[in-house]
């Protein structure tokens, strides 16, 4: 994998375009120009992965919009050594950008296939995320409580089982409904048994499966 000047360029355009579209959080911005989005691509998508656009990664997935990433991301608040459980791996690309942004990460992947090259990607980067096989509605409940939870893949409902795993007072980010389109919703949990939820706009993603893993 090689990152010449013409990707550089490339992704300086898209961060002008992402800071066009209101991503004002500079450090998310900083994030996606340290971390080379064809990387995670086939070579046959190099020349567009700059571009806005969404691109089959295998065993079903997408990698989400750039813009998508860094609207989620902004929206997370990152601190640094912030606790990230990470609901679906996909290619890799979130859990780098959040590594970056000095989040300690806990990534779960459905699909083994992607897991691996997830798995592979972050150790290319030399971040120590922590990235797992498994159904994303469990979560990862040995190593709750979490600051921050990010869902990647749409969900019909706000999954309690997650909820249940983030500390009083975090807040996880996610897309919800059970069609096409999903809600991008805020939640913060408020005590032990209650949440708020905010409506933040529509957005697409592909769908949160449960109870299976591949």
Known sequence: MQDSFKYKGMRRQLITELAEKGVEDQR????????????????????QAYSNMA??????????????????????????????????SGSGFQTCI?????????????????????KRMVNHF???????????YKGLPVFAPFDKVIITCGAPEIP???????????????????????MMKRVVKTSETEYTEEDL??????????????
């Open 28 to 47: 998310v911005l900083d994030a996606f120009e340290s971390i080379p989005r064809h990387f995670f691509l086939d070579n046959a998508f190099a020349q």
């Open 98 to 118: 959040l590594c970056q942004m000095g989040a300690k990460v806990f990534s779960i992947e459905r699909h083994r296939e992607l897991h691996l090259k997830a």
């Open 126 to 136: 030399g971040f120590n995320a922590r990235l797992s096989f498994g159904d994303g």
């Open 55 to 88: 691109f089959q990664i295998g065993s079903g997935q997408t990698i989400s919009h750039p813009y998508t990433v860094a609207f989620q991301t902004q929206l997370l608040e990152i601190k640094k050594g912030d606790k990230i459980l990470e609901i679906g």
């Open 201 to 214: 706009g529509v957005f697409s993603f592909v769908p949160m499966l449960e109870d299976r893993v591949k």
């Open 160 to 182: 309690l089982e997650l909820v249940n795993q983030l500390k009083v007072g975090g807040l996880m980010i996610i897309p919800v409904g059970a069609g096409e389109k999903q």
